[in-house]
């Protein structure tokens, strides 16, 4: 899925890590535009069929928040705020503290972000017949 990401017109990927103030610089260079942002380990994971290094894809209205969101237990005390749940956010942590998986993120802005999503998870789960690992989480 890589190579389709770029050709979508999506970022170089950005390391997620335990430094806080890394990702924080991280978050903020995240446009506030809407857009469609994938986390993506640092190598492929064996799925029903085939496999991939994509382990969730999201959307929102504000990328920097939603993101910022996401990463709120690898930010600076504080600086995400009272915000609420993400459904990805916990699994995150697991794969960050209790695995040897390096994740990153990349993203796009666009006005079309619902329909880009949709196009994206379909196309996942087309290729895998299942869902991105952390697009499972919800509750």
């Not at 994740?103 to 079309?112: F, G, R």
């Not at 196009?119 to 697009?135: D, R």
Request: proline share 4%.
């Amino acid at each position: 899925m890589h190579n389709d990401l770029q050709k979508l017109g999506f970022c170089e990927e950005y390391q997620i890590s335990q430094d806080i103030y890394a990702n924080k610089k991280l978050v903020e260079s995240v446009p506030t535009n809407s857009g469609v942002y994938v986390v993506l380990a640092d190598k492929n994971i064996p799925r029903l069929v085939g496999e991939s290094n994509v382990l969730y894809i999201g959307r929102g209205s504000n990328l920097r928040n939603r993101i910022k969101h996401l990463l709120k237990y690898y930010l600076p005390k504080g600086y995400a705020g009272n915000w609420g749940r993400h459904t990805a956010r916990e699994a995150l942590g697991r794969i960050i503290e209790d695995t040897d998986i390096t994740p990153s993120i990349s993203y796009v802005a666009c006005t079309n972000h619902k329909d880009l999503e949709t196009k994206l998870i379909q196309s996942y789960c087309k290729q895998h017949i299942e869902t991105p690992p952390l697009n499972n989480q919800r509750r």
